[in-house]
């Protein structure tokens, strides 16, 4: 059973620091890309950043690019997201999630997710 | 940026009805475009991928159409455990990955 268990999430203050870790089981974590999205309770979906296991492309959303930085570590199974410069707009549940694509660099449909870990950045 | 354009942002359904949900792209996109669902305080679940293409395990009343700039999910026979919210998502941008603002589907 593929599981995505994100952690290092919790309450922060403006211009602060922190990690994020997803650690994956269940499936060959090498062979996927990997994604984070976050979304503000009660609101929509944001695309934050992903990792892509072709040439490792890395991309980011204009919002965060600058101050956010993903990473992988395949030996342990885990995605990863510093976030520095927090600012309270970051406040967000974030997700891990699955690339669909199997060994492709990425098709960019997310096929499994975790269960979210909370920042909260006070001013 | 490609912006999605989900509507209606909600609706009101009865079980057993059928319902459409509709999400335009503001330039083309192929049939890069995928549905989730999501349920209150869970992760979102892949319902459709390139548009028309069902996720595994999910139930056949759900179905996606279109290509370029329209696109339509469909839920026939409306079950009591759809009642949630759902979002389109464009993946034709490489680095710009972009979600509709969502729809929310609630019981008459």
């Known amino acids: 059973e593929v599981q995505l268990v994100e952690s290092g999430g919790g309450p922060v203050k403006s211009g602060g620091s922190l990690r994020l870790s997803c650690a994956a089981s269940?499936?060959?974590?090498?062979?996927?890309?990997m994604s984070w999205v976050r979304q503000v309770p009660g609101k929509g979906l944001e695309w934050v950043s992903s990792?892509?296991?072709?040439?490792?492309?890395?991309f980011y959303a204009d919002s965060v690019k600058g101050r956010f930085t993903i990473s992988r570590d395949n030996v342990k199974n885990s995605l990863y997201l510093q976030m520095n410069s927090l600012r309270p707009e970051d406040t967000a549940v974030y997700y891990c999630?699955?690339?669909?694509?199997?060994?492709?660099?990425?098709?960019?449909?997310?096929?499994?997710w975790g269960q979210g870990t909370l920042v909260t950045v006070s001013s | 940026d490609i912006q999605m354009t989900q509507s209606p942002s909600s609706v009101s359904a009865s079980v057993g009805d059928r319902v459409t949900i509709t999400c335009r792209a503001s330039?083309?996109?192929?049939?890069?475009l995928a549905w989730y669902q999501q349920k209150p305080g869970k992760a979102p679940k892949l319902l459709i991928y390139?548009?028309?293409s069902l996720q595994s395990g999910v139930p056949s009343r759900f179905s996606g159409s279109g290509s370029g700039t329209d696109f339509t999910l469909t839920i026939t026979n409306l079950q009591p455990e759809d009642f949630a919210t759902y979002y389109c998502?464009?993946?034709?941008?490489?680095?710009?990955?972009?979600f509709g603002q969502g729809t929310r589907l609630e019981i008459k």
């Open positions: 990792f892509s296991i072709g040439r490792n492309y890395i």
């Open positions: 269940g499936f060959t974590f090498s062979s996927f890309s």
């Open positions: 330039q083309g996109i192929s049939t890069w």
């Open positions: 999630a699955r690339d669909k694509g199997y060994a492709v660099a990425g098709t960019w449909y997310f096929d499994n």
């Open positions: 998502q464009q993946a034709n941008s490489l680095s710009r990955i972009t």
């Open positions: 390139a548009a028309s």
